[in-house]
């Protein structure tokens, strides 16, 4: 079971990071890939970057601890977690998701639930530099509900397809 | 006790620097209290910290609630609900 989980100033290769996840381990037979990208507008208006600053240390191991979550939720045979940091430009890839398993339902229930607490609990902070100057973005109510329903107790593992 | 504060995205922005290491005075006991002593040190805190409910906290770089105890903490952040993702 191969889990990755990377902070990284620099881009990464959605279809290398696809590919090395399936080169390890042939049993998958269905790979979700989930990449958040930076768009070129917010509220109408033109963004000309995004910076994200990240608590180091932090960071990491709260990813790693919802990918150990996530592997203990769903029979997955391999994960990977890239998250940038720094500044971003529109177009530009923000996050990497990749959940590989034997069928589709665990990859994709995995695949979300790992962005829904990378949205809400992974100490990561946008601010967005407009025409007008730089300011941080709200965290959304929308992210917080999605991420609760994740929270439900539940017994063994679930979605094994 | 003493303590290394570190501040994220705003409320580092507000308080002006990004971390420092303070003598807390005894009798405080919870991160709401430390939240509150802090908004006590000046005009750069007291904006920081103008609305404490909606500023997050971890202790030793987990995520805790404002009722947690700051006993035997070795770093306690402090920063606003996170947009990452």
Redesign the interface.
Known sequence: MKATVRLQREPFDVAVEAAELTRANKDIGALVTFT?ICRSTENDQPIAALT????P???E??IERHVAEAIERWPLLGVTVI?RYGRIMPGED??LVVTGSSHRQAAFAAAEFL?DY??????????VEKAGGKS????KAI?ETATERWSTPRRGREAAG | MSVKL?Y???VRERIGKPEEIVEVPPGIATVADLMAWLASRGEEYAHAFTNAKVIRA?ID???VQSDAAIKGAGEI?F???????
Not at chain 2, 79 to 85: A, L, N, R, V
């Open positions: 958040g994200l600053e990240h608590y240390g932090m960071a191991s709260e998250h923000i996050v962005m990378l949205k809400t609990r992974a100490p990561f902070w946008k601010q941080w973005v709200d965290a992210d | 570190r994220f995205a705003w971890a770089q987990r995520h952040a920063f606003p609900p996170m947009t990452g993702g």
